[in-house]
């Protein structure tokens, strides 16, 4: 629990150096929220989103943040990290972002695309013969909506589990791929 709240404290600090960051930066033009288009320029992204997995029939949570730089009015491409919950088990995600406005409106449509690699955090779970990891491969397709400084998107993830069982004597683990759906909450800046 303590490694949590260490990483989620460590991901909100950097969210707001890296906020004075982008926003005093002299390469970042001034973006409107209205009817005009994306500027270029250092932009951030932080969203919260929780997950649902039909194939487990649990609830997952992830933390995320992404850095990266708005092209033109359409394209952003970036990097990010995240946190993902599932029971007692915990993976940091590292991914590259891509997002492509369809829109320029007070409203802007969008798609948005991740993928990386899932690192575990621990592997403990309510049995001690018994682990469960998330790691892997990452990869999340999702679609949105950014209205203002706001964004609310709705899309769904591939994680993968590891688990390992020990008894009697002997020893298995089991890899497979999961899905998940997920809606997600976020702030630009």
């Given at each position: 629990?303590k490694?949590?709240?260490?990483?989620?404290?460590i991901?909100?600090?950097?969210?707001?150096?890296?906020?004075?960051?982008?926003?005093?930066?002299t390469?970042?033009?001034?973006?409107?929220?209205?009817?005009?288009?994306?500027?270029t320029?250092?932009?951030?992204?932080?969203?919260?989103s929780?997950?649902?997995s039909?194939?487990?029939?649990?609830?997952?949570?992830?933390?995320?943040?992404?850095?990266?730089?708005?092209f033109?009015?359409?394209f952003?491409?970036?990097?990010?990290?995240?946190?993902?919950?599932?029971?007692?088990?915990?993976?940091l995600?590292?991914?590259?972002?891509?997002?492509?406005?369809?829109?320029?409106?007070?409203?802007?449509?969008?798609?948005?695309?991740?993928?990386?690699?899932?690192?575990?955090?621990?592997?403990?779970?309510?049995?001690?013969?018994?682990?469960?990891?998330i790691?892997?491969?990452?990869?999340?397709?999702?679609?949105?909506?950014?209205i203002?400084?706001?964004?609310?998107s709705?899309?769904?993830?591939?994680?993968?589990?590891?688990?390992?069982?020990?008894?009697?004597?002997?020893?298995?683990?089991?890899?497979?791929?999961?899905?998940?759906?997920?809606?997600?909450?976020?702030y630009?800046?």
């Amino acid at each position: 629990m303590k490694q949590i709240i260490l990483t989620l404290g460590i991901l909100a600090y950097c969210s707001g150096v890296f906020g004075q960051m982008i926003h005093g930066s002299t390469l970042i033009t001034e973006r409107s929220y209205h009817n005009e288009p994306l500027q270029t320029g250092l932009r951030g992204f932080a969203e919260l989103s929780p997950m649902y997995s039909f194939e487990n029939d649990a609830f997952l949570m992830e933390i995320s943040g992404t850095y990266g730089f708005q092209f033109n009015s359409w394209f952003y491409a970036g990097v990010g990290l995240s946190v993902i919950r599932w029971d007692d088990s915990y993976g940091l995600p590292l991914f590259a972002d891509i997002r492509i406005y369809a829109g320029q409106r007070k409203i802007k449509p969008y798609f948005n695309l991740r993928a990386g690699y899932v690192a575990s955090l621990n592997s403990e779970y309510y049995d001690p013969g018994y682990t469960k990891r998330i790691k892997g491969f990452y990869f999340s397709p999702s679609a949105g909506l950014e209205i203002g400084r706001f964004n609310l998107s709705l899309g769904t993830q591939k994680l993968n589990e590891a688990t390992q069982r020990d008894s009697y004597g002997e020893s298995y683990t089991r890899d497979y791929p999961f899905w998940t759906l997920f809606w997600g909450f976020g702030y630009n800046f």
